[in-house]
């Protein structure tokens, strides 16, 4: 059993429009435990793990969905925010109660576990909420992911006359957005690298960051984040402006029905046109933190 200290809050939501987020939980448990068959010779193989998530709420507001769940064997998925590192758990998990014995009386709360067994779940555990999409190019399509293809960044441009091409280096681990500027080109000439990460937290607080080793389009250059609800709809975008080279981040509280984080490594706003030579803008590395979580990370 990996017995996990320091976790501060959990958020668990069924995929589509429905969630809870408590920072009301105590006593957290993360166990990895094989699954064997025996074979005729004999021997044992594991054929699956049974990952379990264990731990006491006191915040008895979300006891009735949970039961939902639960009773109806809802599919759900979860964000266990921890002082030191975020638990990820993007893939199909159920919901079991336990029950609790207290010799001196009731008890303050209740406990559940949260339990995949697939063999490979996609779970994930960083301070770098940003992270779980990796920051590689497995599929040589000059789009960051996570070394295998998917999960896999976005880009997205608006472009009149203006070449807006990306690129991603992997020796540098740098992704670029080169503009080749051509005289006369009507705006608008926009382009966006993004990601949307499952976090219906509402409340939390976040900061976003990316690393700028260079800019030089003389174009209107930020790094973004937009709270989503569930149905993809953008609550507000946050944005800061680059104004020279190195990290740059932002920080805000979630609004309510947020559901997804969409997070802009690049941003660019009506590149200019009248330039000769080839301008860019180069990022790596964005970095997704909850409450100020700085200790293990990647970037």
């Known amino acids: 059993m990996i017995t996990q ?3 501060q809050g959990i958020t668990i939501y069924n995929g589509t429009t429905d969630f809870v987020s408590t920072r009301g939980i105590r006593d957290v448990n993360v166990s990895i435990e094989p699954e064997y068959v025996d074979l005729a010779n004999g021997l044992r193989r594991p054929i699956s793990y049974r990952r379990v998530v264990s731990m006491t709420i006191v915040d008895h507001s979300v006891y009735d969905q949970l039961v939902t769940w639960a009773d109806a064997l809802t599919a759900v998925q979860f964000v266990l925010v921890g002082q030191s590192k975020c638990l990820q758990g993007y893939d199909d998990t159920y919901i079991n109660f336990v029950d609790q014995f207290n010799p001196f009386g009731d008890v303050n709360g209740f406990r559940i576990e949260l339990v995949n067994t697939k063999y490979a779940p996609t779970w994930y555990t960083n301070t770098n909420l940003a992270w ?3 920051w590689f ?7 960051p992911d996570s070394g295998e293809g998917t999960p896999s960044y976005e880009y997205s441009k608006t472009q009149n ?3 807006l091409a990306q690129s991603f280096n992997t020796s540098t681990s740098e992704f670029t957005v080169e503009i080749d500027t051509i005289s006369n080109a009507p705006d608008p000439n926009n382009a966006k690298l993004l990601l949307d990460i499952p976090f219906p937290f509402p409340g939390a607080t976040v900061t976003f960051s ?8 003389g174009a209107s250059v930020s790094i973004g984040l937009n709270p989503l609800n569930a149905s993809g709809s953008g609550l507000g975008l946050v944005s800061t402006a680059v104004t020279a080279n190195g990290r740059v981040s932002l920080t805000t509280t979630l609004p309510a029905s947020t559901y997804y984080l969409r997070i802009f490594p690049v ?3 009506n590149a200019t046109s009248g330039v000769s030579e080839l301008t ?3 990022v790596k590395y964005p970095t997704l933190r909850v409450d100020g979580i700085s200790a293990e990370t990647l970037y």
């Not at 190019?137 to 789009?143: S, T, V």
């Not at 990316?210 to 389009?217: E, Q, R, S, V």
């Open 280 to 282: 860019t803008v180069v």
């Open 267 to 269: 941003q660019i706003f």
């Open 210 to 217: 990316a690393d700028i080793t260079d800019n030089t389009t």
């Open 137 to 143: 190019d497995g599929d040589a399509d000059n789009l």
């Open 161 to 163: 006359n203006l070449a």
């Open 132 to 134: 779980y999409a990796g």
């Open 5 to 7: 200290g320091g976790y």
